[in-house]
């Protein structure tokens, strides 16, 4: 980890700074397993608060941490009554069957590279790509994983880097080819950034310095 902070601190000024702020790198990471993916089916679009309480009342439905065999248990009135809409506990059944008849295999995923994970993992209904991301980041803990679609690390590269408008995901790509190949690390570090006080209407480091070099 040590390796990956040093480099995005070198690589990118404006990151370095945040990286100052906010501390030692503190990922949590979750085990790759079934309970990980409806988790993270179960938060899409959801504030923390709102899903937890969710989640919290489908475990307790379930009668425990969550699993192929006590999701197909559930009847849909259960599911309901525990706060999922019925999109999410489609698409929570639909994979219970795919970890269930064997197209989903977590035991396997390890293995596989991060485009066959994306693969396997977006054939599930309501699981797309940000899904995928989230999981490969905090679960198969990937290290160079870049969530261009995610509105948190967006937003907080607006704000960093002094963007007019919420960077497009291409933009997204522009700004972080330096960090390559440990876009996971600063990914974390941005929406660890959105808890912080906003920066000072300074411009950013890099963008100072480079003005420098071309009067020089």
């Given at each position: 980890m040590k390796k990956a902070v040093d480099h995005l601190k070198k690589a990118d000024?404006?990151?370095?700074?945040?990286?100052?702020?906010?501390?030692p790198c503190?990922?949590?990471?979750?085990?790759?397993?079934?309970?990980?993916?409806?988790?993270?089916?179960?938060?899409?679009?959801?504030?923390?608060?709102?899903?937890?309480?969710?989640?919290?009342?489908?475990?307790?439905?379930?009668?425990?941490p969550l699993s192929p065999e006590s999701i197909q248990a559930l009847s849909v009135g259960e599911m309901r009554r525990a706060g999922l809409s019925r999109q999410k506990l489609g698409y929570i059944r639909d994979l219970a069957e795919h970890a269930l008849s064997g197209k989903l295999d977590f035991t396997r995923l390890p293995a596989m590279s991060d485009d066959e994970v994306i693969e396997v993992l977006t054939d599930i209904k309501g699981v797309g790509v940000w899904t995928a991301h989230m999981f490969l980041l905090f679960s198969l803990r990937r290290p160079n994983v870049l969530p261009v679609g995610d509105l948190g690390v967006r937003?907080?590269?607006?704000?960093?880097?002094?963007?007019?408008?919420?960077?497009?995901?291409?933009?997204?790509?522009?700004?972080a080819r330096d960090w390559h190949p440990?876009?996971?690390?600063?990914?974390?570090?941005?929406?660890?950034?959105l808890e912080l006080k906003p920066p000072t209407k300074n411009k950013p480091i890099a963008e100072t310095r480079s003005k420098k070099s071309r009067t020089k």
């Open positions: 000024t404006t990151l370095a700074s945040i990286i100052a702020r906010v501390g503190k990922i949590t990471y979750r085990e790759p397993t079934f309970e990980m993916l409806a988790r993270a089916i179960v938060f899409q679009q959801l504030s923390t608060k709102a899903a937890l309480t969710i989640y919290g009342r489908l475990e307790q439905a379930a009668g425990g937003m907080a590269i607006q704000r960093a880097y002094r963007k007019r408008k919420i960077p497009t995901p291409r933009q997204v790509e522009q700004i440990y876009c996971s690390f600063a990914a974390w570090y941005l929406w660890r950034s």
